[in-house]
């Protein structure tokens, strides 16, 4: 692995950790195997994945917990469909200001009209850009790299626990399903 390759999957991690330690239970997260995510890249067409979006799939490609809550991501989901769904995204836009969209690797998909990517002729960077393409609105560069996207996408723990706490102050008695995936008020007074 080069210094470069080393450095992203460090800084994927670091940013992995910040999120646990502010409050997101790792439980509810599992990472994909390097020949699952390399069946993924295959069905999409890809012959490399990047170093970071590697590092990525290994903490949470099979298991994404709050992570990019509402969307598909991962080995299981993310494959041959949502690289053709993105390509005839693409296509109806104006413009395609992708330099290699045939080979780009799909990373997300968020209900068929809007995709997290990495372009195709940036796939042997270890830490590429990574493009929002939007249906009937744009593609464009959104994040400066895999790392840039994996923290700017991380759940915000805290938030949870405010929006838990303001449901709580006005009544609400049921516990809403995405509590379970964080360290709420109380836990955080026992760990």
């Known amino acids: ?13 670091a940013a992995f950790r910040r999120v646990i330690s502010e409050g997101l239970k790792p439980e509810f997260m ?13 069905a999409q067409g890809v012959m490399h994945v990047p170093a970071a979006v590697r ?4 903490l949470i490609g099979l298991q994404h917990g709050l992570w990019l809550a509402g969307s598909s991501i991962g080995v299981t989901v993310v494959g041959e469909s949502a690289k053709r769904n993105a ?3 693409l296509r109806g836009l104006e413009d395609n200001p992708l330099a290699d969209a045939e080979q780009m ?4 998909e968020h209900q068929a009209y809007s995709y997290h990517v990495v372009d195709g002729a940036d796939l042997n960077e270890p ?28 759940p915000d723990a805290d938030e949870y626990r405010a929006k838990l706490r303001m449901m709580r ?21 026992t760990s």
Not at 105 to 108: G, Q
Not at 128 to 154: C, H, M, N, Q
Not at 178 to 183: D, E
């Open 127 to 154: 830490d590429p850009p990574v493009w929002l393409i939007v249906e009937g609105d744009e593609a464009r560069k959104f994040w400066s790299s895999v790392t840039d996207w994996f923290d700017g996408t991380a």
């Open 30 to 42: 599992a990472g994909a195997s390097d020949d699952q995510i390399d069946a993924m890249a295959a």
């Open 169 to 189: 102050r006005f009544g609400h008695s049921s516990t809403p399903p995405w509590a379970q995936y964080i360290r709420l008020d109380e836990d955080q007074q």
């Open 87 to 89: 390509l005839a995204t």
């Open 1 to 13: 692995m080069s210094i470069e390759e080393q450095a992203a999957v460090e800084a994927i991690r």
């Open 55 to 58: 590092e990525v799939l290994r």
């Open 105 to 108: 690797l799909v990373l997300v």
